[in-house]
């Protein structure tokens, strides 16, 4: 009997210190997702007050108004053969400015364009000092937008576009946003002047209780990529609330059977011409097993999914970001 409980006690003594070695590679594969949330979300929590400080800004302008525009350089705006307003002109530190066609009042969107025109210097204040953000804007229901820095209007955007029908807008509304403070748009959209894949943080301006616009704040996916892939080995995947790869490395990508990357880059693949998001949705995937820990990681608020993937045996580790609906996932071979 005394070496029946002797064999029991190093039994359990072995199944204690595989279960403690087990809960020390867990920790460490957590520890490593924390410090990637940490180090991006250290870059981007400033920018929650710079926008706040940039609205009331902007709200401050609005008091100034008569003066504003008894000081503004009109010579730097035009209305031109098609009859669309906009700068003819524009240099490093100015930014692209119009009123679409769509404006019900061209003179009061001209008078507004005029009342904002102290942005610009705001504008490259804050790009100077945040290399992360690519573009910075304000657009009006008005009908006008100042974007900075400047791109080619001409050969981007159609005289007659609505910017309050894009979600850099409407989503900082008196409808969706009612507690009028910052939103993230964590969903990357495509932008409409072209830069790509796009995160947003927009924050709406007041004057007199009513919504005269949104501010934004444009952060491209090529800009926040290396802060998911330079020390991940490539075994790391970040997910949008949606199941859709927001950046990704080869190793973790292809190791799902995920379509094939473009230069073995997911940067290159999704500046492509032919890329669609839906193909790289994890609950869109042929594969049952990819489905399934998609599911037990969004759905069921899993964090540890271990599966068996054409022989190979993986195990795959989530954690949710803290500023923005993402998910950063771990994924690599146990064996």
């Not at 009123?99 to 001209?110: A, R």
């Not at 209007?153 to 576009?161: C, D, Q, V």
């Amino acid at each position: 009997m005394k070496y029946f409980y002797f064999i029991l006690f190093c039994g359990l003594l072995i199944s204690s210190s595989c279960n403690s070695e087990e809960r020390m590679v867990t920790h460490a594969h957590f520890d490593f997702l924390e410090s990637v949330v940490r180090a991006i979300e250290t870059d981007l929590l400033p920018l929650e007050s710079e926008i706040a400080d940039l609205a009331s800004f902007t709200s401050r302008l609005y008091f100034s108004r008569d003066s504003l525009i008894r000081v503004a350089n009109k010579s730097k705006y035009f209305i031109d053969r098609n009859n669309w307003f906009r700068n003819q002109n524009w240099e490093t530190s100015e930014s692209t400015v119009f009123v679409s066609y769509l404006s019900d009042d061209l003179s009061s969107s001209v008078e507004e364009v005029y009342v904002t025109e102290p942005l610009d210097l705001e504008f490259s204040v804050l790009k100077k000092k945040y290399p992360m953000v690519t573009q910075v804007y304000y657009n009006t229901k008005s009908q006008t937008s100042r974007v900075y820095p400047a791109y080619d209007l001409m050969n981007t955007i159609e005289p007659e576009i609505d910017v309050m029908a894009f979600n850099f807008f409407y989503l900082g509304n008196e409808v969706r946003n009612p507690g009028r403070g910052h939103v993230w748009i964590d969903e990357i959209y495509i932008d409409p002047a072209g830069r790509g894949w796009i995160l947003s943080l927009i924050h709406p301006v007041y004057y007199q209780d009513e919504l005269k616009g949104v501010l934004g704040v444009d952060i491209t996916l090529v800009d926040l990529m290396p802060y998911f892939s330079e020390n991940s080995h490539g075994n790391l995947l970040v997910i949008d609330s949606q199941g859709t790869i927001v950046a990704g490395g080869r190793e973790a990508i292809e190791s799902l059977s995920m379509p094939p990357l473009r230069n073995h880059t997911y940067i290159q693949t999704i500046q492509a011409d032919n890329f669609r998001k839906e193909d790289f949705n994890l609950f869109k995937s042929k594969r049952k097993e990819v489905r399934q820990m998609a599911s037990k990681f969004l759905l069921e608020k899993e964090t540890v999914y271990r599966f068996d993937f054409d022989g190979d045996q993986l195990e795959a580790y989530c954690i949710p970001m803290n500023l923005l609906r993402w998910y950063i996932l771990s994924v690599k071979g146990t064996r």
